[in-house]
Each structure stands twice: as C-alpha cells, then as structure tokens.
C-alpha cells in the first residue's frame, strides 16, 4: 500500500547532537512537508519541497536543514542551533493541487536527554 | 498572514449525540480549500473531511458534514451520532497560497466521548 514512512517512531538526542529524522514516500507526490507539533500550538510549518533538488523555509526553520536529493525522501535534520528540539515532528506529502490533502507519516518522537 | 483559529480547546459529548466544532479562518486567496483532520491517541493524522471554497454545498462526509460559511470565514465541523472511536484532537486546516499549498492549521479541540 502507498503511504508515508518515518523513522524511527521515537528518538533521543543529547545536547549538541546533530539528529536526522528519515521521511520516504512510495505516493508519487512531488511536494513534501515537515511540520512539528507542540501541545496547544498545533502544527507549525519548519520546511517544504515542492520539487527534486528545491526546498524553502517555512515559519520555524531555524535550527533545521533538509534535503530533497530523492523524489521519495524527504530528510529533516535537527541541528544543535535549535534550542527547544524536544517535539513531535510530522512529515507529510501532497498530490497535485491544492484541494488533494496532506497524507501524514505517523511521526517521529524527539526527546533532548 | 492567513490565520486559522479553534477557539475550543476541549470539548465533550455525549455517545450517540451530536457535536460541532468550530473554526474560523482568514484569507486573502480566493480559491482555496478546507479540511478537518483527526488526530487520535495514535498521533496518526486523518483527513476527515474537505471543503472547496468556490462550491456552496456542504461537505458531507458518512457521520461527518461541515457548516461552511464563507463570507463568515467559518468552517465548522459536525459529527452526528457520536461513538468512542471520536475521540481525539481535531485539527481544522486551510490549504494557504496557492502554488505552495502550505497549509496552515489551527491549534486543535480534543473532543472526549462519554459513555
């Protein structure tokens, strides 16, 4: 079946660590996002790629950095610069046009031990 | 900047009853599209339902319809017999600019079943 991969489910990370949190789609869509929930603030954008090789920043991408080398992937990393890391990140992809919706991985659970 | 609220934080119902969920919105595009997504204890997200703002009719979608208001900027969500498997925090969204379709979300009501 077609849907989103993200890996690992949860993950834990010491101060000043690099993390990367993996997101593979088997949907064929071209655009993907990344977004991070935390409670009572719903789902802040941190980056999107609408295209192999093109990526932009959304609303809360400071401390972040991604990659699209893949149609399929669509890596985030959690640098040390991001001060507040500990969250729930969700990944998600879109077919084309605007009224397609998300489809969502089920999110990777990040903790700052 | 576009904007969607969920001025409910919580809120309960009642098994088999009805309960309604509200959003407002606020945009400057003039085609766009509305959603309810489902998150339960999972965490799996789950689009529920979805609205395209140029169509008058309200989205239905089997115990699932919405109230769209457009020149209200409500988007409001109705679940119709309620059962336990409800429960979870819902999410209204809009899809933001066209082209990017960044879609922008709203803070989430938990809604609670009771049986």
């Known amino acids: 079946d077609g849907g989103i991969t993200q890996s690992p489910k949860y993950l834990f990370r010491k101060e000043g660590q690099n993390v990367t949190l993996s997101c593979e789609q088997n949907?064929?869509?071209?655009?993907m996002y990344w977004y991070r929930q935390d409670p009572g603030q719903g789902l802040r954008l941190i980056y999107y790629?609408?295209?192999?090789?093109?990526?932009q920043k959304g609303d809360i991408a400071e401390g972040y950095s991604v990659s699209r080398e893949k149609k399929e992937s669509f890596p985030l990393t959690v640098t040390s610069a991001q001060k507040n890391p500990t969250a729930f990140y969700l990944c998600?992809?879109?077919?084309?046009?605007?009224?397609?919706?998300?489809?969502f991985g089920s999110g990777t659970r990040l903790t700052v031990v | 900047a576009q904007t969607v609220t969920q001025s409910q934080p919580e809120m309960s119902v009642q098994e088999a009853e009805t309960v309604t969920l509200s959003c407002t919105y606020d945009?400057?595009?003039?085609?766009?599209?509305l959603f309810w997504y489902k998150q339960p204890p999972s965490r799996q997200m789950i689009l529920v339902i979805r609205?395209?703002?140029?169509?008058?009719q309200n989205a239905t979608e089997n115990r699932f319809s919405v109230n769209f208001q457009k020149a209200a900027k409500s988007f409001s969500l109705k679940i119709s017999d309620s059962q336990l498997g409800d429960a979870a925090m819902y999410f209204c969204?809009?899809?933001?600019?066209?082209?990017?379709?960044?879609?922008?979300f709203g803070t989430g009501t938990r809604l609670k079943v009771l049986a």
């Open positions: 998600a992809s879109r077919g084309p046009g605007g009224g397609y919706g998300y489809t």
């Open positions: 949907l064929n869509h071209d655009a």
């Open positions: 790629s609408q295209i192999v090789n093109d990526f």
């Open positions: 945009t400057s595009e003039s085609d766009y599209y």
């Open positions: 609205q395209e703002a140029y169509k008058q």
């Open positions: 969204a809009s899809s933001g600019p066209s082209g990017t379709y960044k879609y922008i």
